[in-house]
């Protein structure tokens, strides 16, 4: 049914539920697709130093710093396991990408320009789907420990530049703040018109 390869992503602020969101997704699309998952910060040695030193650190490192490693990591993650699968004709679901650094480091402070430029080599996805749910929401979803970049503050800049690729027609936004089976049945309705449109 599928002869060449797709690749779309899920983006939203942490705790929209994106993970939860691209899994069941990758599920779905199996009864018909080759669908595979996958994520960022990824599995390669780059990915797992930002979990490790990024992320989980008390004091989060300069907006700069952290654009030029995820983008390193994003190259990465490219050669190792995206561009392979799309080869084999996969549809690869990612559980954030490009977006994340200019919604992240953008808000953060850095240069958009500037994000997108050491990001330019990087594959654009076919369809980039970001969920949209308040701030404050999501910040009462994070019971557990909280990374350095989820703090109300920094999560409403997040979702401004996320809303600026929303208005720019890349990014396609799903209403996150309707329950997790209304918000999956939307996002594959918006999955499978893009698809039957692209074959």
């Not at 700069?64 to 799309?86: I, K, M, N, T, Y």
Request: include cysteine.
């Amino acid at each position: 049914m599928q002869e060449k390869g797709f690749f779309i992503c899920i983006e939203g602020l942490d705790g929209c539920g994106k993970t939860t969101q691209a899994r069941l997704l990758v599920e779905r699309l199996r009864q018909n697709y080759k669908a595979v998952y996958t994520a960022e910060p990824s599995h390669g040695k780059i990915g797992r130093f930002i979990r490790q030193y990024c992320l989980l650190g008390k004091k989060r490192l300069s907006s700069v710093v952290e654009a030029l490693l995820f983008a390193a990591d994003r190259f990465e993650h490219l050669e190792r396991e995206v561009l392979p699968a799309l080869k084999r004709g996969k549809l690869v679901v990612s559980d954030r990408y490009v977006y994340s650094s200019l919604a992240y480091q953008g808000g953060g402070g850095t240069d958009l320009e500037w994000i997108e430029k050491i990001n330019e080599h990087a594959m654009r996805p076919h369809l980039a789907i970001f969920i949209d749910v308040d701030p404050e929401i999501v910040l009462k979803r994070l019971k557990r420990e909280k990374s350095v970049m989820e703090s109300l503050e920094t999560q409403q800049k997040v979702r401004e530049v996320y809303m600026k690729f929303v208005e720019k027609g890349e990014l396609v936004k799903i209403d996150g703040n309707k329950p997790k089976r209304e918000v999956a049945n939307e996002i594959l309705k918006v999955v499978l018109n893009f698809l039957e449109g692209a074959h």
